[in-house]
């Protein structure tokens, strides 16, 4: 099972700041979090990661709650080529184990 | 141009009869996999590898195999095909074992 939690769906004006969330109550001190997008049927995309600071980059911002429990990723101003699936991820950075992807929350930008 | 390319594209099949889907690096990544995509399931792993001859079972390996002799190419198996291995494929790269991966474009596998 994944060890995140999304919602299934979310709308957006164009233009606005888009925020998803993301649940991940089970995370442990030395687990990452991930983000992805995939648009239509092309090979997913990352986005960001963090440990435990805010971290931005030319795409998005990520913010990790201090508990680590949850996080959001912003779209600062999001534009219809923003319309895609969001996957949040939780993972050890380098440790022999499964990468669960889940199922994402479907972004759409309102025109 | 950096990138992860998957062979072929689109690919038609009869049961039972082995197909190999290639997947190529030129990143020098050492961490690679494999994904099946199917409506409603998302994305879910199959194989990785960590590096040259190490592979491990993802989430759901039963009927493919995987290889890894060579740093760049990754190909993935199916000695038997079923209908039930019906779905879109992605191989994926990176440095580490999780992030930053890069996909491939996907492969779209039908069998009947």
């Known amino acids: 099972d994944a060890k995140t939690t999304q919602p299934t769906s979310m709308d957006c004006a164009e233009g606005r700041a888009a925020n998803l969330p993301c649940n991940h109550s089970?995370?442990?001190?030395?687990?990452?979090v991930y983000w992805y997008r995939q648009i239509h049927s092309q090979g997913p995309q990352y986005i960001i990661h963090g440990l435990k600071n805010n971290e931005t980059n030319e795409m998005a911002s990520l913010i990790i709650t201090e508990d680590r429990k949850s996080s959001t990723l912003i779209l600062p101003h999001a534009t219809l080529r923003d319309t895609a699936v969001y996957y949040c991820i939780v993972s050890f950075f380098n440790r022999d184990d499964k990468i669960i992807f889940g199922k994402g929350t479907r972004l759409h930008i309102l025109p | 141009e950096a990138q992860v390319t998957q062979n072929p594209r689109y690919l038609i099949t009869v049961t039972g009869k082995k197909l190999t889907v290639t997947c190529s690096q030129n990143?020098?990544?050492?961490?690679m996999s494999w994904y099946r995509q199917d409506p409603g399931l998302g994305l879910r792993q199959i194989y990785y590898s960590m590096n040259v001859e190490v592979t491990d079972k993802g989430d759901v390996p039963e009927g493919y195999k995987v290889s890894r002799k060579e740093k760049r190419n990754f190909p993935l198996i199916l000695e038997s095909p079923s209908p039930n291995q019906t779905s879109l494929y992605f191989c994926a790269s990176s440095l580490t074992r999780v992030g930053e991966q890069y996909f491939g474009p996907g492969t779209r596998l039908t069998v009947t």
């Open positions: 089970t995370i442990s001190g030395n687990e990452y």
């Open positions: 990143m020098n990544h050492e961490y």
